[in-house]
């Protein structure tokens, strides 16, 4: 039995804690019943009150004396083999919960967790699951460029179009440093043939004041609608009567949509926010080499910076069977950074646009980049900016 630590003041601040117990009887009846008594009381009678303090004291004491201080005192009959059985569990449970991040970032034990693999900005095939992904486009705080953004959905809850009215509403755009515009002013309805989209607006509306505010909505609903669908054809009305009046084109009946491709993928970083937007130029090239060029010089007028850093120098670029293969220059020089990855996948959104499936680096002075692994074939992504929505 391990030998108490507990000093007389620490025994006379137990005891003084303590609950009070009182005797009311008068003192006159206990004096007189001692009276009457001319023998010794059995040590059975000793009164009750005496006995419970005894046994309370005991109680609370008896744990301190088998197990030293290894546990605060609780006043309570615990099983302390129990107790630390649990202990021990946690402690391991906190142990593996502490080293799954690692374990999750790891291939074959070879691929280390990163901040870069955590960063990427991007939406890939393998992350879709059974979900639908949805493309929003939303505003910058200045209205100067629109961002596409990827949300992933339940597919079972209705078709496109019902998903992305559906969803509208839960998108947090100002949470992202960007512009307050969903759910829009407006109805959404898919044509019965599924091959256009009726828009329509109330007459209070606001997407008619100014040229700005015109241009903004237009291209708005050309490009939700075009990425989310092969559709080509929107018609626009006014409460259920065709026509939407804007104040500099006037009145306008329908809108025919063009397929966008071939564009280069710029960083587009809100004030407040880390990680950067990777958003599409607002011009197109006749060549991938011509977009890559175009991407290592900002657009300041547009608050786009420059996706390619000096790093990505290629001396080969090959399209082959919707397959590009860029061979690095032999004096190039990298790190897998989280800068490197965003300027990776800028890279890889600039291949899709020209309908790259996958890419293949060769000559690359590191194996890795983030999540993907340079030594083979990489997939374009599904959608720009992935973000989670509640």
Known sequence: MKKSEWSDEQLEELLRQMPKIQDNRNPRDIYQNLSRKNRRQPAWLIPAFAIAAALLLFILLIPKFMIGDEFALNGAREDKSSFVEKAVEDNDTSISMNKSPVNEGKSGGEQEFTTATANQTALYDHELGNGKV????????????????????????????????????????????????????????????????????????????????????????????????????????????????????????????????????????????????????????????????????????????????????????????????????????????????????????????FGINTVLIKNAPISQIGPFDLSAEIKVPVAANYRTIQ
């Open 134 to 353: 949805l493309n929003y486009w939303i505003p910058d705080s200045q209205a100067q460029i629109i961002i596409p953004v990827s949300i992933i959905v339940n597919s079972d809850e209705g078709n496109w179009l019902s998903l992305l009215n559906k969803s509208m509403g839960a998108l947090t755009e100002e949470d992202w440093g960007l512009m307050e515009y969903y759910p829009l002013n407006a109805t959404l309805e898919l044509s019965a043939d599924g091959t256009s989209v009726t828009v329509d607006v109330p007459s209070d509306h606001l997407y008619g004041q100014g040229s700005a505010s015109e241009t903004l909505f237009i291209t708005v609903l050309k490009n939700l609608i075009s990425s989310n669908s092969d559709i080509q054809k929107i018609y626009l009305s006014t409460n259920s009567e065709p026509g939407i009046e804007f104040s500099n084109y006037g009145p306008i009946n329908e809108i025919d949509i063009d397929s966008v491709e071939k564009v280069a993928y710029f960083l587009y970083t809100p004030t407040g926010i880390d990680k950067p937007f990777i958003v599409p130029s607002p011009d197109t090239f006749t060549t991938i080499e011509e977009a890559f060029e175009a991407m290592y010089v900002d657009i300041p007028d547009l608050g786009l910076t420059a996706s390619l850093l000096p790093s990505f120098l290629f001396k080969d670029i090959t399209i082959d069977n919707n397959r590009l293969i860029l061979t690095m220059d032999d004096n190039t020089k990298m790190s897998d950074t989280e800068e490197i990855l965003y300027s990776f996948e800028a890279l890889l959104l600039t291949a899709k646009s």
